[in-house]
């Protein structure tokens, strides 16, 4: 793959799959995508481009392809069911694409101007009123964003240990104390003076996935879920707490909680069954590395392992630690619903056991996707 991430690349058809009782249709499976196609229309081992679930399509494009009608609303590839199978993505007819749209794995985004649908920040405004240049703290790193599985299919085989965790479906964010990127004057006479605070080179900050929003030496904004969270779980006194048990030298550039809020008024028609905002953190950085799944595990909840004391904060469900298995994915993909509920998860994320980057990736569960069109939920990320 030329960008793991891409929503409409060029993929190999691996296989042909019949519908029960379909006379003029057909299931091909195209680099972990499935799309319902024209009987007889591709084979096994053509080349062709696929739009994956929640593609953006030009109108001019999808008008010329007459598929308009199909697409999700903001004209956006859907999910659906039919006869029992799914149908994941769109196969883009050959006279569409660029010349030469070869190789298999080649990024067809620009050359087709489709993009992935992103939704909306939330708004949010400044607690003063006033309006600041906000200037980012680098040691304040946004999450890596991890690949959907379907554009990976091989990243994982028996041979890999892997931790299986349940996807929340909320928003993004991430909590740290990092080392600042400027002094005040303040700080700087602090220092010279050696008045006691040995950590007056680093911030508490902390913000969504894209955005900052706040620190300690620029200010915070006003209210926000980000906010909220923080302060029930008093997020601040934890991390400060934490990185106090060890030097400055220790935690390097920083130490930062990456994680999920979700419950009610975060994703529309899907909370959870809750009554208030909660937090669960999947991912620890520390002094710009990502920490082990056990590490993580440790410094997240505060047992007692390798790190001492811990933050304290929930991590999410860790449903299965072992080898690798494309059943044991399937199960914990498949028919899972929210406890007490009939409305499906939306998926897992299955990670190496050594937290390598190389080795995240998310399984998305189909019937989440058709129940979150059905049901206007806010989109999968």
Not at 63 to 86: E, F, P, S
Request: proline letters at 4%; a neutral charge; hydrophobic letters at 35%.
């Amino acid at each position: 793959m030329e960008n793991n991430n891409s929503v409409c690349y060029v993929a190999r058809i691996g296989e042909i799959i019949p519908i029960p009782g379909a006379d003029n249709i057909e299931i091909a499976l195209a680099g972990g995508w499935q799309a319902i196609t024209k009987k007889g229309e591709y084979k096994v081992d053509d080349l062709v481009a696929i739009a994956t679930t929640d593609a953006v399509i030009p109108q001019g494009l999808s008008d010329a392809m007459n598929v308009t009608n199909y697409l999700r609303k903001g004209q956006r590839v859907r999910t659906v069911k039919l006869r029992g199978m799914y149908s994941e993505c769109l196969v883009i007819p050959n006279q569409f694409l660029p010349v030469g749209y070869n190789p298999e794995g080649k990024d067809l985004m620009d050359s087709l101007s489709i993009f992935k649908y992103e939704p909306p920040a939330v708004q949010v405004q400044l607690a003063s009123g006033r309006k600041i240049r906000y200037q980012k703290n680098p040691n304040f790193h946004v999450y890596y964003k991890f690949p959907n599985m379907k554009n990976v299919t091989g990243m994982f085989t028996d041979t890999d240990l892997v931790q299986i965790t349940r996807k929340l479906h909320g928003t993004n964010a991430r909590y740290g104390i990092v080392k600042k990127t400027k002094l005040s004057l303040w700080d700087k006479i602090k220092k010279f003076l050696w008045l006691a605070d040995t950590w007056v080179d680093y911030e508490f900050v902390y913000g969504s996935h894209n955005v900052e929003k706040g620190s300690d030496s620029q200010g915070f904004y006003d209210t926000d879920v980000w906010r909220t969270v923080a302060d029930k779980y008093d997020i601040k006194n934890k991390l400060w707490a934490f990185v106090k048990n060890h030097k400055p030298s220790e935690i390097g550039n920083g130490v930062v909680v990456y994680g999920e809020v979700y419950g009610p008024g975060i994703q529309k028609n899907y909370d959870y069954g809750l009554k208030e905002l909660e937090f669960a953190g999947f991912d620890i950085m520390w002094d710009g590395n990502y920490l082990s799944v056990e590490e993580t595990w440790y410094t997240m909840t505060g047992n007692k392992g390798s790190f001492i004391g811990g933050v304290d904060l929930p991590h999410v469900p860790i449903l299965y630690t072992g080898p690798w298995s494309q059943e044991i994915q399937d199960v914990f993909t498949f028919n899972n619903f929210i406890e007490g509920t009939k409305v499906p998860h939306e998926g897992i994320v299955i990670k190496h056991v050594s937290g390598d980057r190389h080795k995240v990736a998310k399984v998305i569960n189909p019937d989440y996707l058709i129940y979150g069109e059905k049901h206007d939920v806010g989109d999968s990320h």
